[in-house]
């Protein structure tokens, strides 16, 4: 489809700052559109993976297992196979080949060979002409296990050596273990006239998409696979898949269905996926799995439960001269992202309000429960939680209102934060500025009423993980462009809509560019066997990448085009305009073509028109090793007021409004910007409130509550008021200016209702989820004179590792470890795909 | 299409009328109206998102009422009039909920959206002016991941005015948010 000549045009580049085309106003991009899907969506045409119907199609289910922590003495399949309908049982022993996210933690399999470690790790899978059959051949299947040391806790797991969950990682159960120090953080206390510390919990919560995970393998005769499947990262799975079944990555295809919600729940390649492609290998069969909603639970790779630690020292004049950060993360049974979990707990922290010297210590260990991983705002809502209450209690200290004390600490635009970050456009003052007026904040703040209160918190967010999870110096995302002679545009991409409407955003941009209508653009995402590389949808990436991506190729496009129309007009190239569908002269508009025949034109001279974008996101100014978590080309901003209403008998507290701005750069589509926005705040309220993943540490460590009904979310009747303001300060590095929106918002929210319940009722609730357990529990115990206050009240011993010391760029660092530090130094320069440090 | 465990009873046979089509379906006994719909009509417009009568996706109007499909045997839905997300649009034209889902995102993922566009189209049919309580009170049963309900909300209350007659937009504050 591409040339030799926009080939050689697409060599990867360092990301180019783009402006739109400066001779004509926005026609598309910032008007309010439906999605490309929208009509699918609202007819039940949209097939979602659990829709896929094949001829002679098998259905399969897993063995899980039923113990937490143990070796596998004896699977028995024998009874199994000869059921009437039954085509194949695998065990652990038919797919040997390990995988994982991260090339750090191959520690998945896609049935566990030898250990399980957790309630619902799986052990065999069974394909059959029905489900039923299926299912009632796993009662066939036995499995003898040899109970091993149950560890229930990241507490229990620091202070456990042996039993190992898995053999590798720094010591004992500690997965991942990082200590870094930029400047001396212990000057920076000595240099406060005030010092705090604060200890928090955030509970481990769940992604929750309505729709369960379901995936559809057919084997070709032709020695060909194709994996349909609801996942994030079609990219990955296809790497996992060519890995573990050990076949070339040219012979698999993978295509993700449109998502039925993700929330990072879909980002990991899963063993079901790959269970199924072998079970179709081996039977010659399309093979189709289903989770139930209890198997979803099992899979999770949601939240992180973290435990927190912070020390900061202020000055009365405002400066934050010091931070200390300590979290200590549950994994779960295995590695999933939680290597970039970790880093991301203490990565953010320094990109909200100027810190002077910074130090964080972050831990990771492995549990027997299911693997915790990226769920919305990936490992960044817990910190930003302690952080904001953190504030919340600083300013009480210094007799400071909230909203003033982050205002005098705003980290500058175009700044490096001391940890390395480059900050772009930094539009939260203006943020903080809009809640405290939207919500009258300054009548009300310490004015309410007992058991009523406001509470104010920000966030950031990246616009995309600068660095690939895969080493690699490849781009992003790419586009192919076909234009078609009868006027059509055809989008070429590998990124996945997973409903934030990235489909759309391809097609916004493109037809804006080209002056032709939305509708004429087709859209082909997804399908590793069609579209060029997008690494997936997640750390709010997409419409930065694949915009930047689609801005480049059309740009290019218009640019064949509008040669070949000045000529066939005479006229000068520089005159040559898009718009209403037509390429024409814009000092004498009557005198142009339509876009076809612009197009028939150029094909005619050039044969067929196709060109080709990339994104390759900026490179990092940090350059010690850890430095590849948090870079992004653009970071967005939020800032928000809860109100809540408290009663002091119950401790239920309802809160009926939530008021968000957010820094989204530019809006691309303002409709479904504020449905990111509106569904952050739902999803963080949810966090707040009610949602938490609990497993029964006495009885085999199953989880508790493996169900819709008693996992609570929040219905029509929890859901609360918003009001939306989208502030627009465009970055130079996004797409028209833009940046990320799906996740940011919700990061606010928990602080924000913890700081409204202490000025509602005095009392501090310092981890989520907020229930009213916890809430009467701290009322209760402000009325016995004792401290208001739910939450923990220390942190474990963790053997923690030398730091890593890095000056920061006001004592004239240059992003490297200082040279006394072992293993510093140049090791993010570093190819090495096995260093973790190249990690998102 | 699938085949039965040796020990499976014969199949059922019911007849009923779903959009509106007069149709007679077999099926093995224990199938709920929610697997008789999708499996063995092909409707798979109606979605699931946890077979146990929790979230409120496989919502179905059984007899014009909403019902969740996955709680029900389809065996006592003989004689009974079943409409699903696809009876909703007149030939090629949308329903005004549909439209105005589709206008406002009220749809984003979509997987949840059939069963909120069958609740909402019942609400509708009973009560024409509802308020945003009885809105709320009529979605309480379906679970969204997405949206947070609010352009949901939007879409019910546009579709409704719209279906009244009355001639409206959807508020700038609902597109753009707060100036």
């Known amino acids: 489809m591409a040339d030799s000549k926009t080939l050689e045009q697409a060599t990867p580049a360092v990301a180019v700052p783009r402006e739109a085309p400066a001779e004509q106003a926005l026609r598309i991009i910032g008007t309010p559109q439906r999605k490309v899907d929208a009509a699918a969506k609202v007819t039940g045409q949209t097939a979602f993976a659990d829709d896929i119907e094949l001829p002679r199609m098998l259905y399969a289910k897993l063995l899980r297992s039923t113990a937490p922590h143990a070796r596998i003495r004896h699977i028995d399949t024998s009874k199994a196979v000869t059921l009437e309908g039954v085509k194949a049982v695998i065990t652990g022993k038919d797919v040997p080949i390990p995988f994982g996210i991260l090339p750090v933690s191959q520690d998945e399999h896609t049935l566990c060979p030898d250990t399980v470690r957790f309630v619902g790790d799986p052990v065999a899978a069974v394909a059959a002409t029905s489900e039923e059959i299926a299912t009632a051949a796993l009662d066939l299947i036995d499995v003898e296990y040899e109970p091993l040391e149950t560890i229930a806790t990241p507490e229990q797991a620091v202070r456990t050596s042996e039993p190992r969950i898995h053999d590798y990682g720094p010591t004992g159960n500690i997965h991942k273990l990082i200590d870094l120090e930029f400047g001396d953080i212990e000057e920076g206390f000595a240099d406060a006239d005030h ?25 070709s005769p032709a020695d060909k696979l194709t994996l349909w499947s609801s996942t994030q990262t079609p990219h990955y799975v296809h790497r996992a898949a060519a890995k573990v079944l050990e076949l070339p990555a040219s012979r698999v295809r993978v295509i993700a269905c449109p998502n039925g919600g993700g929330f990072g729940g879909k980002s990991d390649p899963f063993n079901h996926e790959i269970a199924v492609a072998k079970l179709s290998m ?107 209450i953190h504030i919340d209690k600083l300013a009480e200290d210094l007799g400071k209102d909230p909203a003033d004390m982050r205002l005098e600490h705003l980290v500058p635009p175009d700044s490096v934060t001391a940890n390395y970050l480059k900050i ?53 995302s790419g586009v192919q462009l076909k234009l078609d002679r009868g006027g059509g545009v055809t989008v ?36 590793t066997d069609l579209t060029p590389v997008d690494l997936g949808s997640y750390s709010s990436r997409v419409t930065l990448m694949s915009g930047n991506a689609a801005l480049q190729a059309a740009e290019r496009a218009r640019e064949i085009v509008a040669g070949h129309a000045a000529r066939k007009l005479d006229v000068p190239v520089d005159r040559v305009s898009f718009a209403e569908n037509r390429v024409f002269d814009v000092e004498h508009p009557d005198t142009g073509l339509t876009f076809a025949e612009a197009v028939q034109v150029a094909e005619a001279a050039d044969g067929t028109i196709g060109t080709i974008g990339s994104y390759t996101p900026p490179r990092s100014p940090g350059r010690y090793r850890g430095a590849g978590v948090g870079p992004s080309p653009a970071y967005s901003y939020s800032a928000a007021i809860a109100e809540v209403e408290v009663d002091p008998s119950s401790g239920i507290v309802v809160v009926p409004r939530i008021w968000i701005a957010h820094d989204v750069g530019q809006s ?59 502030i627009e300060d465009p970055d130079p590095n996004g797409p028209y200016g833009a940046k990320e929106v799906g996740q940011g918002p919700l990061l606010p929210v928990p602080p924000a209702i913890a700081n409204a319940i202490y000025d509602a009722v005095g009392v501090r609730v310092d981890e989520v989820p907020m229930t009213p357990e916890k809430v009467l529990k701290a009322i209760k115990a402000k009325a016995e004179g004792k401290e208001g206050r739910y939450g923990p009240t220390s942190f474990p011993d963790v053997a923690w590792p030398e730091p890593i010391r890095v000056p920061t760029p006001w004592e004239g660092g240059d992003g490297k470890a200082a040279a006394a530090e072992g293993q510093g130094g140049s090791a993010a320069d570093g190819p090495s795909p096995a260093s973790e440090e190249r990690q998102h | 299409m699938a085949s039965r465990r040796p020990d499976a009873p014969s199949k059922h046979q019911i007849q009923l009328v779903v959009n509106g089509e007069p149709t007679e379906v077999l099926f093995a006994p224990h199938k709920t109206l929610l697997e008789v719909l999708r499996e063995d009509l092909g409707l798979t417009g109606t979605k699931h998102g946890c077979e146990l009568g929790e979230c409120g996706t496989c919502a179905v109007l059984l007899d014009g009422t909403p019902v969740l499909s996955c709680l029900v045997l389809a065996r006592a839905c003989d004689g009974a009039i079943v409409d699903t997300v696809e009876s909703m649009a007149d030939g090629p034209a949308l329903h005004p909920l549909q439209e105005a889902f589709a206008d406002l995102g009220a749809a984003q993922c979509g997987y949840c959206t059939p069963g909120f566009l069958v609740t909402a189209k019942a609400l509708l049919e009973t009560n024409p002016s509802p308020s945003r309580d009885d809105i709320k009170d009529a979605l309480a049963g379906n679970l969204c991941r997405c949206t947070g309900y609010l352009k949901i909300y939007e879409a019910v209350e546009l579709a409704a005015a719209k279906m009244r007659g009355e001639q409206v937009e959807p508020s700038d504050e609902s597109i753009y948010g707060r100036q």
């Open chain 1, 492 to 527: 070429f991409c590998g990124s996945t809509d997973i409903g934030q409407g990235s489909d759309s955003v391809l097609a916004y941009i493109v037809a804006e560019v080209l002056g032709v209508e939305v509708a004429d653009i087709q859209v082909v995402t997804a399908d």
């Open chain 1, 195 to 219: 010092v705090r510390e604060d200890y928090f919990f955030y509970g481990g919560n769940t992604h929750l998409a309505i729709e369960q995970h379901a995936a559809v393998a057919s084997w």
């Open chain 1, 282 to 388: 081996i039977t010659g069969r399309p093979v189709k799995i289903t989770l139930t909603r209890e198997e979803v639970f099992y899979c999770h790779r949601g939240r992180h439960p973290t435990l927190m630690w912070v020390k900061s020292g202020v000055t009365k004049d405002g400066r934050i001269t010091g931070m200390h950060f300590k979290t200590l993360l549950d994994g779960g049974a295995y590695g999933s992202y939680g290597v970039a979990s970790a880093y991301y707990t203490g990565a953010l922290q320094t990109v909200t309000y100027h810190v002077d010297r910074y130090k964080f210590q972050g831990a990771r260990a492995f549990t027997n429960k299911p693997p915790c991983g990226p769920k919305r705002g990936h490992g960044t809502p817990q910190p930003r939680f302690g952080l904001e």
């Open chain 1, 668 to 726: 691309i589509n303002p409709v479904t910007v504020m449905g990111q926005v509106e569904g952050s705040i739902y999803m963080g309220l949810g966090e707040a409130l009610m949602e938490e993943m609990v497993y029964r540490a006495n009885r085999n460590l199953v989880h508790r509550i493996p169900s819709m009904l008693d996992y609570k979310s929040p219905t029509t009747l929890e859901m609360c008021d918003v009001v939306t303001y989208l």
């Open chain 1, 424 to 476: 772009g456009s930094m539009g939260l003052g203006t943020c903080i500025r809009k809640v405290v007026d939207g919500a009258a904040w300054r009548d009300k703040f310490r004015k309410l009423p007992y058991g009523r209160g406001v509470g104010l918190a920000c966030s950031s967010y990246i616009s995309g993980a600068g660095l690939p999870i895969y080493w690699n110096n490849m781009p992003h």
